[in-house]
Each structure stands twice: as C-alpha cells, then as structure tokens.
C-alpha cells in the first residue's frame, strides 16, 4: 500500500519560515493535500490540488509537489498556526484504491 | 451554510455492532463523494470509507473491509456507516467528510465528528 512520510515536529521562531514535507513513491504524479488540525477540532483544509488555497486561508500557506517530495511551507509563521499537519493523496495504483493520509506534523511555535 | 453532523457513536462491546450517521446541509448532497475519516486517541488521521455521490461506487480500507459498510439516503441527505464485528482498534472519533469538487477529492468539510469506544 502507498506510504506518506511526514517528519514527526517541527519547530519554528514567530515570523519564520516553516516548512513540512511529505515522502511518497513518485507524489509528483499525484495531488496532494493539506489539512490543519488543532487539538480538539476538526481538521481544516489548507492546500488543495498541491498549492492551491480554499477561500479564508491566508497566502502564508503554501505548497509544491515535485519528485517523492511535497512540502507545505507556512511564511511569517504566527502563534495560531501551532497545531498538526497532515498530508493526503487519492492512491489509484493498487487493486484497493483509497485516501491515504500522511502521519503527521506538529508544529511547535517557539 | 454547509455543515455536516455526525451521531450514533458511544460504547460497545468487542464484536458488537454500531451505525454512524451523518446529517448534511448547506449542499446539494447527492452531487458529492463522502468519506468516513477516524482518529484513534493520540494517534493520526486514518481514511476509512468512501462512497460516490450516487452510492453506486464504495472504497474501504483494508482495516475495516469485509466488517464496515457505507451507505448513502440521498433522499435523506445522510451518510451512513455500518460498523460490524468491531474491535479494541476501532475505538476513534469518526468524522464525515465532504469532497470539494470531484470524486477522489480534498475534502473541504468536515464534521465535529463522533466518539467511538470498543470495550469491554
């Protein structure tokens, strides 16, 4: 079955750069997105279509997707985007196609 | 407003039996794939179950094929979730899912989702 490897945190200073990646077996040929999840709470659609963004979330969320790499990159990182990350991908290619979610990022704002 | 709301979790015994609901709003349900999604305590997202807008095509997970079933009343606009022969494992919240545009998609709504507890 397809695997989604994400690192398990990741720290970052307000104001900086965050960036979370997502391993898979040529993602590149995928779509990947991204969802926001805060302790408690449902998670949130961030990214869609590797880098495009659903109305009312700021440009500080990005993404790309390249090779057996996607990467989700928060800019002018804020106290309010502490929370986990998960990526996510349609795998078409086994005898059993399904949603596959990464493990999981969490963001830390030191 | 596009909301979605889950009920018919609570406790069971192991091989018991459970059904999920979920009530849709805001949409034009039967236009859209659903999803099941789970998290287990402390653990990450698991993708369970799919079902096209018609209910004419199901996806599962390997952990839940053969025992969960997903269904769709149209008519009704709700998302159904049969849970068989349940087991310590499946003990989750239970969220539904909305995709976004097409089938195989993000999900762009969420439920506030449904306790699920398997024990004894």
């Known amino acids: 079955s397809y695997v989604l490897t994400q690192p398990p945190s990741v720290s970052v200073a307000p104001g900086k750069t965050a960036r979370i990646t997502c391993g898979g077996n040529?993602?590149?040929?995928?779509?990947v997105h991204w969802y926001q999840q805060k302790p408690g709470q449902a998670p949130v659609l961030v990214i869609y279509y590797d880098s495009d963004r659903p109305s009312g979330i700021p440009e500080r969320f990005s993404g790309s997707n390249s090779g057996n790499t996607a990467t989700l990159t928060i800019s002018r990182v804020e106290a309010g985007d502490e929370a986990d990350y998960y990526c996510q991908v349609w795998d078409s290619s086994s005898d059993h196609p399904g949603y596959v979610f990464g493990t999981g990022t969490k963001v830390t704002v030191l | 407003e596009v909301q979605l709301v889950e009920s018919g979790g609570g406790l069971v015994q192991p091989g018991g039996s459970l059904r999920l609901s979920c009530a849709a709003s805001?949409?034009?349900?039967?236009?859209?794939?659903m999803s099941w999604v789970r998290q287990a305590p402390g653990k990450g997202l698991e993708w369970v179950s799919a079902i096209s807008g018609s209910g004419g095509s199901t996806y599962y997970a390997d952990s839940v094929k053969g025992r969960f079933t997903i269904s769709r009343d149209n008519s009704k606009n709700t998302l159904y979730l049969q849970m068989n022969s349940l087991r310590a494992e499946d003990t989750a919240v239970y969220y539904c899912?909305?995709?976004?545009?097409?089938?195989?998609?993000?999900?762009?709504?969420w439920g506030q989702g449904t306790m699920v507890t398997v024990s004894s």
């Open positions: 040529n993602i590149g040929s995928k779509s």
């Open positions: 899912a909305k995709d976004a545009f097409a089938e195989n998609d993000a999900f762009d709504i």
């Open positions: 805001g949409f034009t349900f039967s236009s859209y794939a």
